[in-house]
């Protein structure tokens, strides 16, 4: 075909359709575009016609230009050439370019559908993620709307173009967000039943690598496996897409073998593998991609089965990837520093494997070579991943100084992609579990080379995570820490806590992207991040000591803080220990002992059934799991710290303050046992907290000259009507009336049933010093911060809601939640870090939070509550001891309280006793939410007025009925 007539046709087209190149064009120009997918020849065509200058307008060059572009597209399937690539990329642009300059409406529109199609492929290369933003913008003008349901069935490349700009850039920052978008997008279009058949196809092939990145990002079990069972018959269905196919359910296989161990699915993924690239052909393009996961399944298969050929296997795969790249691409490309970097963690598996001190070099250069091919600003998620692998290596080695510094960049990298207000809040949680285990490693680091102090802020950083995310930040601690006062910072502070209120994520993280440029712009830091050892030593407590503990790849440690010497301690724990909680917590496979969290479910699904005799055996099992732990945990743990503090000479009820990691969170550590039999508790005033930014300034208390306002939040405890979600607390209402009998009536606050909703219980908190709520929580274990506090009227008093309340000079002393589970964390959030209800209380400016960690017994809650505010407080509403010592002396009561002695205290009527005698379980319900249905009122109070032959004998005065650590253990404190 030649391109003079085709030229000449566009020429007189031109002129009589005054712009419209008309279909006959196309057409022609389309099939040139087939030429070149099947053969090559069509692209030399089109490159001739595109160089034609001075004999054509500016319409005729422009269209030229983007089919000279698409030709190169298609070209790069072929070739996978980074270089064809880029300039397709330009050809585009230019077209685009020439449509705008000359106002060519209709051209622009479909030059720019071009474009944007070519910029979601490119940043697979390049790497840079503002490349698929520039797309997103283009794909969502050209498509006017982002409702599924309203998308054309003709702009099926569009829509598919739009969710994979969307997945990439969930793959390319961590936001699983956006990667649950992309899905649900793609899940909606392919329901369209007017779809082609060719738009089905890349819809359905575009749903499977969605299905297959959520699977990856949450590692979830069943998710890889139902998608396997979905490729598996695609498949064995179908040749088209084979390959595609392949490729995705081999990778699957890998990823699920590394969750669940079974060596198996990795050989059939390597044998998938290898079937895929013979249907590839010549495909270099996608023979890399096939290739490099090839090279990860034998190195996953050399891991766990120390084979060195397996090893060595996942390097030559890996080389023959890169030789293809580098015969085809230029340096830019972002898939040569994935493999470097790949290889460079092969390297190093062999030397560790081997003792082979030259393939450790080899893979620290590789390293180094790597980092050099990514710049941290086009793509700081790949960034951040090569500079983890060379920490690791480095960590691994004992090269501390090396390490620290790529720990730096670790950082330096997260740090530029959470400012990105592209991106979802989840990003921050991301960021969490990423570098939770790091964090531990760099405080090594820093231990060995001496810096204990230094080691203490790396900690402590790490444990403020959750505080970059914009909606946990407390407008109220930002300023501008080390800078002139500027009304750039007021004016996003001012706009972050509007935002805050609205409860508006996308405006907060605006306004704190806004903050922090701002700040570092000015110079300042951001110490909301970081806290440098002194400032560590001023939020320690004046009387007591603060400690970390934290650990990774089975070591655990711990750094003492104390203000008064002042210094900085390392502290060593069994070399058990980390094995020891790990069995506790995740299970013991060569036991049969329930992880800690599967112990807990399944006692708490016992909070609906109306068995007594089903309830007493979870309870007894329950118990048994508490007990071992209290034993096992106590000797590895709370032992050593006890140990320590009574060498050094500390006196007893000193406070304790730990950071423990997250998970340890879930443990009741003030009740653990230590070897003498007594508890932690007996001995030491323990509280925990998340980090030290959660202990203020002084780390303690202000001194208080008046006395205390008290706040009782509580649900109307009338008959519950017919429907109703929470269950009946009938002891709660005991409850209040025994709190509230501690302090004189001035000095305690409720609200009227009118006034008991979110916006009266918020209002009332803000001159309140002490608040204490007996009502249901409502937990979230997969999004912690929809978890809350239920009041009447299902309002939800939210994690969320709680971090923007306003602070008005009022010393917030203590919060108690005398609830279900409101000091658990939620089962997403990173193991090193504690976020929950008790933490964002402490957020919102309370000193201290009580709450519980498993549901309790409506009866024991309303005891132990009683005993904890006679010790705590005095009538005239002053503080007669710390919470921590009130709690710990409160547990210890209850757990050695009699039956007679609860009569006679007037905390049970004689009937209730002799119910409670008879069965504890008939008696008395769970404080917990029920998922539906309705818990009514239980029998010991229907009777409770029937006091006339209730009589109790001397053998029932004695029991004591609160003895498990089931009905005692639960209540932990956070804060001071």
Same mark, same amino acid.
């Given at each position: 075909?030649?391109?003079?007539?085709?030229?000449?046709?566009?020429?007189? =087209?031109?002129?009589?359709?005054?712009?419209?190149?008309?279909?006959?064009?196309?057409?022609?120009?389309?099939?040139?575009?087939?030429?070149?997918?099947?053969?090559?020849?069509?692209?030399?065509?089109?490159?001739?016609?595109?160089?034609?200058?001075?004999?054509?307008?500016?319409?005729?060059?422009?269209?030229?230009?983007?089919?000279?572009?698409?030709?190169?597209?298609?070209?790069? !399937?072929?070739?996978?050439?980074?270089?064809?690539?880029?300039?397709?990329?330009?050809?585009?642009?230019?077209?685009?370019?020439?449509?705008?300059?000359?106002?060519?409406?209709?051209?622009?529109?479909?030059?720019?559908?071009? =474009?944007?199609? &070519?910029?979601?492929?490119?940043?697979?290369?390049?790497?840079?993620?503002?490349? =698929?933003?520039?797309?997103?913008?283009?794909?969502?003008?050209?498509?006017?709307?982002?409702?599924?349901?309203?998308?054309?069935?003709?702009?099926?490349?569009?829509?598919?173009?739009?969710?994979?700009?969307?997945?990439?850039?969930?793959?390319?920052?961590?936001?699983?967000?956006?990667?649950?978008?992309?899905?649900?997008?793609?899940?909606?279009?392919?329901?369209?039943?007017?779809?082609?058949?060719?738009?089905?196809?890349?819809?359905?092939?575009?749903?499977?690598?969605?299905?297959?990145?959520?699977?990856?990002?949450?590692?979830?079990?069943?998710?890889?496996?139902?998608?396997?069972?979905?490729?598996?018959?695609?498949? #064995?269905?179908?040749?088209?897409?084979?390959?595609?196919?392949?490729?995705?359910?081999?990778?699957?296989?890998?990823?699920?073998?590394?969750?669940?161990?079974?060596?198996?699915?990795?050989?059939?993924?390597?044998?998938?593998?290898?079937?895929?690239?013979?249907? %590839?052909?010549?495909?270099?393009?996608?023979?890399?991609?096939?290739?490099?996961?090839?090279?990860?399944?034998?190195?996953?298969?050399?891991?766990?089965?120390?084979?060195?050929?397996?090893?060595?296997?996942?390097?030559?795969?890996?080389?023959?990837?890169?030789?293809?790249?580098?015969?085809?691409?230029?340096?830019?490309?972002?898939?040569?520093?994935? @493999?470097?970097?790949?290889?460079?963690?092969?390297?190093?598996?062999?030397?560790?494997?081997?003792?082979? #001190?030259?393939?450790?070099?080899?893979?620290? #250069?590789?390293?180094?070579?790597?980092?050099?091919?990514?710049?941290?600003?086009?793509?700081?998620? %790949?960034?951040?991943?090569?500079?983890?692998?060379?920490?690791?290596?480095?960590?691994?080695?004992?090269?501390?100084?090396?390490?620290?510094?790529?720990?730096?960049?670790?950082?330096?990298?997260?740090?530029?992609?959470?400012?990105?207000?592209?991106?979802?809040?989840?990003?921050?949680?991301?960021?969490?579990?990423?570098?939770?285990?790091?964090?531990?490693?760099?405080? %090594?680091?820093?231990?060995?080379?001496?810096?204990?102090?230094?080691?203490?802020?790396?900690?402590?950083?790490?444990?403020?995570?959750?505080?970059?995310?914009?909606?946990?930040?407390?407008?109220?601690?930002?300023?501008?820490?080390?800078?002139?006062?500027?009304?750039?910072?007021?004016?996003?502070?001012?706009?972050?806590?509007?935002?805050?209120?609205?409860?508006?994520?996308?405006?907060?993280?605006?306004?704190?992207?806004?903050?922090?440029?701002?700040?570092?712009?000015?110079?300042?830091?951001?110490?909301?991040?970081?806290?440098?050892?002194?400032?560590? @030593?001023?939020?320690?407590?004046?009387?007591?000591?603060?400690?970390?503990?934290?650990?990774?790849?089975?070591?655990?440690?711990?750094?003492?803080?104390?203000?008064?010497?002042?210094?900085?301690?390392?502290?060593?724990?069994?070399?058990?220990?980390?094995?020891?909680?790990?069995?506790?917590?995740?299970?013991?496979?060569?036991?049969?002992?329930?992880?800690?969290?599967?112990?807990?479910?399944?006692?708490?699904?016992?909070?609906?059934?109306?068995?007594?005799?089903?309830?007493?055996? @979870?309870?007894?099992?329950?118990?048994?799991?508490?007990?071992?732990?209290?034993?096992?945990?106590?000797?590895?743990?709370?032992?050593?710290?006890?140990?320590?503090?009574?060498?050094? +000479?500390?006196?007893?009820?000193?406070?304790?303050?730990?950071?423990?990691?997250?998970?340890?969170?879930?443990?009741?550590?003030?009740?653990?046992?230590?070897?003498?039999?007594?508890?932690?508790?007996?001995?030491?005033?323990?509280?925990?907290?998340?980090?030290?930014?959660?202990?203020?300034?002084?780390?303690?208390?202000?001194?208080?000259?008046?006395?205390?306002?008290?706040?009782?939040?509580?649900?109307?405890?009338?008959?519950?009507?017919?429907?109703?979600?929470?269950?009946?607390? +009938?002891?709660?209402?005991? #409850?209040?009336?025994?709190?509230?009998?501690?302090? !004189?009536?001035?000095?305690?606050?409720?609200?009227?049933?009118?006034?008991?909703?979110?916006?009266?219980?918020?209002?009332?908190?803000?001159?309140?010093?002490?608040?204490?709520?007996?009502?249901?929580?409502?937990?979230?274990?997969?999004?912690?911060?929809?978890?809350?506090?239920?009041?009447?009227?299902?309002?939800?008093?939210?994690?969320?809601?709680?971090?923007?309340?306003?602070?008005?000079?009022?010393?917030?002393?203590?919060?108690?939640?005398?609830?279900?589970?409101?000091?658990?964390?939620?089962?997403?959030?990173?193991?090193?870090?504690?976020?929950?209800?008790?933490?964002?209380?402490?957020?919102?400016?309370?000193?201290?939070?009580?709450?519980?960690?498993?549901?309790?017994?409506?009866?024991?809650?309303?005891?132990?509550?009683?005993?904890?505010?006679?010790?705590?407080?005095?009538?005239?509403?002053?503080?007669?001891?710390?919470?921590?010592?009130?709690?710990?002396?409160?547990?210890?009561?209850?757990?050695?309280?009699?039956?007679?002695?609860?009569?006679?205290?007037?905390?049970?009527?004689?009937?209730?006793?002799?119910?409670?005698?008879?069965?504890?379980?008939?008696?008395?319900?769970?404080?917990?939410?029920?998922?539906?249905?309705?818990?009514?009122?239980?029998?010991? %109070?229907?009777?409770?007025?029937?006091?006339?032959?209730? &009589?109790? &004998?001397?053998?029932?005065?004695?029991?004591?009925?609160?003895?498990?650590?089931?009905?005692?253990?639960?209540?932990?404190?956070?804060?001071?």
């Amino acid at each position: 075909m030649s391109v003079n007539p085709v030229v000449e046709l566009i020429a007189r =087209l031109t002129e009589e359709k005054k712009g419209n190149l008309g279909e006959a064009v196309e057409q022609e120009l389309k099939r040139l575009i087939e030429w070149e997918k099947e053969s090559g020849t069509g692209l030399d065509l089109i490159q001739s016609a595109g160089a034609i200058e001075g004999r054509e307008r500016a319409s005729q060059k422009a269209f030229l230009l983007n089919f000279r572009g698409n030709a190169r597209f298609a070209r790069y !399937d072929i070739d996978g050439s980074h270089t064809t690539l880029v300039s397709a990329l330009d050809d585009h642009r230019k077209a685009v370019a020439l449509a705008k300059e000359f106002g060519l409406g209709f051209e622009l529109e479909d030059f720019q559908r071009s =474009l944007a199609k &070519t910029l979601v492929r490119a940043e697979e290369q390049c790497g840079d993620v503002d490349l =698929l933003r520039e797309a997103l913008a283009l794909l969502e003008a050209a498509l006017r709307t982002d409702d599924p349901e309203r998308w054309l069935t003709s702009d099926y490349d569009l829509v598919n173009a739009l969710c994979v700009a969307n997945l990439r850039l969930g793959c390319a920052t961590g936001d699983r967000s956006l990667i649950e978008k992309a899905l649900s997008n793609l899940q909606a279009y392919l329901k369209n039943d007017g779809l082609s058949k060719e738009g089905k196809l890349q819809t359905f092939s575009n749903t499977i690598a969605a299905l297959a990145e959520r699977a990856q990002k949450y590692r979830d079990i069943r998710l890889y496996q139902q998608t396997i069972e979905v490729l598996a018959r695609m498949v #064995e269905a179908t040749d088209q897409n084979r390959s595609f196919f392949l490729q995705y359910l081999a990778s699957l296989k890998t990823e699920l073998s590394y969750l669940n161990g079974d060596l198996g699915l990795v050989h059939q993924a390597i044998s998938d593998f290898e079937k895929s690239l013979g249907h %590839l052909g010549s495909r270099s393009g996608l023979r890399v991609t096939v290739l490099h996961q090839l090279a990860h399944a034998h190195f996953l298969l050399g891991k766990c089965t120390a084979s060195i050929e397996q090893l060595q296997k996942a390097i030559n795969r890996n080389e023959e990837a890169e030789q293809l790249i580098a015969a085809a691409s230029s340096k830019q490309d972002r898939r040569m520093a994935q @493999l470097i970097g790949d290889r460079a963690s092969y390297y190093d598996a062999i030397g560790l494997l081997a003792s082979r #001190e030259d393939y450790l070099e080899a893979g620290k #250069e590789f390293h180094k070579r790597a980092l050099v091919l990514v710049d941290a600003k086009a793509s700081p998620w %790949l960034r951040s991943k090569l500079a983890s692998g060379y920490f690791y290596h480095c960590y691994v080695r004992g090269h501390w100084e090396e390490a620290i510094g790529a720990f730096a960049e670790v950082e330096e990298a997260w740090g530029l992609v959470t400012i990105d207000t592209t991106l979802s809040s989840e990003i921050h949680d991301q960021r969490a579990v990423e570098l939770a285990p790091h964090y531990a490693r760099a405080a %090594l680091c820093r231990l060995a080379t001496g810096a204990v102090s230094l080691a203490s802020s790396v900690i402590d950083r790490g444990r403020a995570q959750q505080l970059t995310a914009a909606s946990r930040v407390n407008p109220a601690s930002l300023g501008t820490q080390g800078t002139e006062p500027d009304p750039g910072i007021s004016q996003a502070v001012a706009e972050l806590t509007l935002a805050q209120n609205k409860g508006d994520d996308d405006a907060c993280r605006q306004a704190w992207r806004r903050y922090r440029n701002t700040l570092h712009q000015l110079g300042g830091h951001l110490n909301v991040l970081t806290r440098s050892p002194e400032e560590l @030593l001023e939020a320690a407590p004046l009387d007591g000591v603060f400690i970390q503990i934290f650990g990774a790849d089975g070591w655990l440690k711990a750094i003492v803080v104390d203000r008064s010497k002042p210094s900085f301690s390392e502290m060593s724990f069994p070399n058990s220990a980390a094995a020891t909680i790990s069995k506790v917590l995740r299970g013991d496979p060569d036991g049969d002992r329930l992880a800690w969290r599967d112990a807990y479910h399944q006692f708490r699904s016992g909070s609906e059934i109306d068995d007594a005799a089903v309830e007493e055996d @979870l309870f007894e099992s329950w118990d048994e799991t508490i007990t071992h732990c209290l034993e096992l945990i106590g000797s590895v743990l709370m032992e050593p710290i006890h140990r320590f503090l009574r060498e050094k +000479g500390y006196l007893s009820r000193t406070a304790v303050i730990l950071s423990p990691p997250g998970e340890l969170t879930s443990l009741p550590l003030n009740s653990m046992v230590l070897e003498d039999g007594t508890l932690f508790s007996s001995h030491w005033n323990l509280s925990v907290v998340p980090n030290s930014a959660m202990l203020g300034p002084t780390g303690h208390p202000d001194a208080i000259s008046s006395p205390y306002q008290i706040l009782i939040v509580s649900e109307p405890f009338s008959e519950v009507s017919e429907g109703q979600e929470q269950g009946f607390l +009938g002891f709660a209402a005991a #409850e209040i009336d025994r709190v509230a009998s501690h302090v !004189d009536t001035g000095l305690r606050r409720t609200i009227d049933e009118k006034s008991l909703n979110l916006a009266g219980v918020l209002e009332a908190l803000e001159d309140c010093s002490i608040v204490h709520f007996a009502c249901h929580g409502a937990q979230n274990l997969d999004k912690p911060d929809l978890s809350g506090l239920l009041l009447p009227g299902d309002d939800l008093l939210t994690l969320a809601r709680l971090r923007a309340t306003p602070q008005h000079g009022v010393t917030k002393r203590l919060a108690v939640l005398s609830c279900c589970e409101t000091g658990i964390a939620g089962q997403t959030v990173p193991a090193d870090e504690f976020v929950g209800l008790l933490p964002t209380l402490l957020q919102a400016g309370f000193q201290g939070a009580i709450g519980t960690i498993w549901p309790v017994y409506d009866d024991a809650a309303m005891c132990l509550m009683d005993c904890f505010y006679r010790l705590f407080l005095g009538n005239d509403g002053t503080e007669k001891c710390s919470p921590a010592e009130a709690l710990a002396r409160a547990q210890q009561w209850l757990r050695n309280v009699s039956l007679g002695e609860l009569v006679d205290d007037g905390l049970f009527t004689r009937k209730q006793a002799l119910n409670l005698a008879d069965s504890r379980f008939a008696g008395v319900r769970l404080r917990i939410q029920p998922a539906g249905g309705v818990l009514t009122e239980p029998q010991n %109070l229907r009777d409770a007025g029937e006091e006339h032959g209730a &009589t109790l &004998t001397s053998e029932q005065l004695k029991l004591r009925p609160f003895s498990s650590p089931v009905d005692w253990a639960a209540f932990i404190l956070v804060g001071t």
